[in-house]
């Protein structure tokens, strides 16, 4: 339990020192690299794919993997996406693509 709340609490500093914007605006750290990075925000051709569906995917990924190779690794990164995919969901755009 104390690697997940870990996973939750290194989210919640992830987001106000990185993301921190409402819906429409790019985060405080705009990453760009052409095709996939975009004034901070992740693009596959001309589709942005939001935060919480990158961490739903990973989430997706880990937890089987924790089942058969439990590590305290896994739980912290569950912990970490969980936040990230309930923080993305808490905008009002999170469906738009």
């Known amino acids: 339990m104390y690697y997940f709340i870990s996973g939750i609490l290194a989210a919640l500093f992830f987001i106000q020192l990185f993301i921190c914007n409402c819906e429409g605006e ?22 942005h794919i939001h935060h ?13 993997y924790y089942i058969f190779y439990p590590s305290n690794l896994g739980i912290f990164i ?20």
Do not use: A, E
């Not at 790019?26 to 589709?47: A, Q």
């Not at 919480?52 to 089987?64: D, K, Q």
């Not at 569950?78 to 693509?97: A, E, K, R, T």
């Open 26 to 47: 790019p985060p405080k750290y705009k990453i760009s690299c052409d095709d996939f990075f975009i004034n901070g925000s992740f693009y596959i051709g001309s589709r």
């Open 52 to 64: 919480w569906l990158i961490f739903l995917i990973l989430l997706i990924i880990i937890f089987p």
């Open 78 to 97: 569950m912990g970490f996406s969980i936040l990230m995919i309930l923080h993305g969901l808490s905008y009002n755009d999170c469906f738009v693509f």
